[in-house]
């Protein structure tokens, strides 16, 4: 069974740093790109970050995020980080990551419409 859960989530500070995690579970790292994506109520998902192992660790960001947000994995532990730096009030969402096939799924454009399976999220909030 496929499953994604995310964790690191919280209050932080404007400026601030935060690392969020996310473990999965019946599947490798190779078979899926990983896309962070975030959403806050009623609004829509947005795409933040992808990685994909497969790909020689090919990693992805949203322009506006690029410089503040580092995705990486560690691959023995099937597990996906987002470094978010400089936390802004904006950034404040849940964050989601969501597995993307190899084949309909684009890493690259942060695909959040064809994602697969995602987990709960993560709610990250950005004190101003």
């Known amino acids: 069974e496929v499953q994604l859960v995310e964790s690191g989530g919280g209050l932080v500070q404007a400026g601030g740093s935060l690392r969020l995690t996310c473990v999965v579970s019946g599947f490798t790292l190779d078979d899926y790109a990983i896309l962070w994506f975030r959403q806050a109520p009623g609004q829509e998902r947005e795409g933040v970050s992808c990685?994909?192992?497969?790909?020689?660790?090919?990693?992805y960001y949203q322009d506006s995020l690029q410089g503040r947000f580092t995705v990486s994995s560690d691959n023995f532990r099937n597990t996906v980080y987002l470094q978010m730096h400089r936390l802004e009030p904006d950034d404040a969402d849940v964050y989601h990551c969501a597995t993307l096939p190899r084949i309909g799924g684009k890493c690259s454009i942060l695909d959040v419409m064809n994602r697969e399976d995602w987990g709960p999220g993560t709610a990250v909030t950005v004190a101003s």
């Open positions: 990685i994909s192992v497969a790909d020689d660790g090919s990693t």
